[in-house]
Antibody
Framework: QVQLVESGGGVVQPGRSLRLSCAAS????????IHWVRQAPGKGLEWVAV????????DYVDSVKGRFTISRDNSKNTVYLQMNSLRAEDTAVYYC????????????WGLGTLVTVSS | EIVLTQSPATLSLSPGERATLSCRAS??????LAWYQQKPGQPPRLLIY???NRATGIPARFSGSGSGTDFTLTISSLEPEDFAVYYC???????FGPGTKVNIK
């Protein structure tokens, strides 16, 4: 069955870095774009980043451009979100989700990992 | 940038009642709109894609309609498990609307 499992969250001080992982299984990894979506406590959903199914093209929400980097290791079926220069406003549950090539909607989501940026 | 607005922000209804949720886009998005349901402590679940297509396993009481800039999610008869927050999402950079919370009255 399709599974997306996030890991790597935790408490980090402002200005520091964290790397999140999204381990995928149960589907052909390279047929899907993998997205990161975050949700600050008590708030709505915010799309953060995408790595297209080609593994090359990427896009980010403006608020994280230059600070976050998305990448993929096909041998491990894992997508990473490297988060640098973290700010208090990056505090959120981070979900990874998949979208089939050519599609925009997310049919499977992970359970999420909590990132807390605090001194 | 296409912005989605959802109304109402909160909807208070009783089980068995009909729920009508609205999502409006700032410019035409054809039928490239999806709806998700989220319960506390859980990830979102895809309900509807391309404005009116139910995702796998979604009950028939959920239906979507609309095109262009105005879209509607209808729950024909609310079940206890339907009380949740509902988000719409568009295809342009995958942005979401702010959500509608469906409360038990």
């Amino acid at each position: 069955q399709v599974q997306l499992v996030e890991s790597g969250g935790g408490v980090v001080q402002p200005g520091r870095s964290l790397r999140l992982s999204c381990a995928a299984s149960g589907f052909t990894f390279t047929n899907y774009g993998i997205h990161w979506v975050r949700q600050a406590p008590g708030k709505g959903l915010e799309w953060v980043a995408v790595l297209w199914s080609d593994g090359i093209n990427k896009d980010y929400v403006d608020s994280v451009k230059g600070r976050f980097t998305i990448s993929r290791d096909n041998s491990k079926n894992t997508v990473y979100l490297q988060m640098n220069s973290l700010r208090a406003e990056d505090t959120a549950v981070y979900y990874c989700a998949r979208a089939e090539r050519g599609r925009y909607f997310f049919d499977y989501w992970g359970l999420g990992t909590l990132v807390t940026v605090s001194s | 940038e296409i912005v989605l607005t959802q109304s109402p922000a909160t909807l208070s209804l009783s089980p068995g009642e009909r729920a009508t949720l609205s999502c409006r886009a700032s410019q035409s998005i054809s039928t490239y709109l999806a709806w998700y349901q989220q319960k506390p402590g859980q990830p979102p679940r895809l309900l509807i894609y391309d404005a009116s297509n139910r995702a796998t396993g979604i009950p028939a009481r959920f239906s979507g309609s609309g095109s262009g800039t105005d879209f509607t999610l209808t729950i024909s008869s609310l079940e206890p498990e339907d009380f949740a927050v509902y988000y719409c999402q568009q295809h342009s950079r995958w942005f979401f609307g702010p959500g509608t919370k469906v409360n038990i009255k």
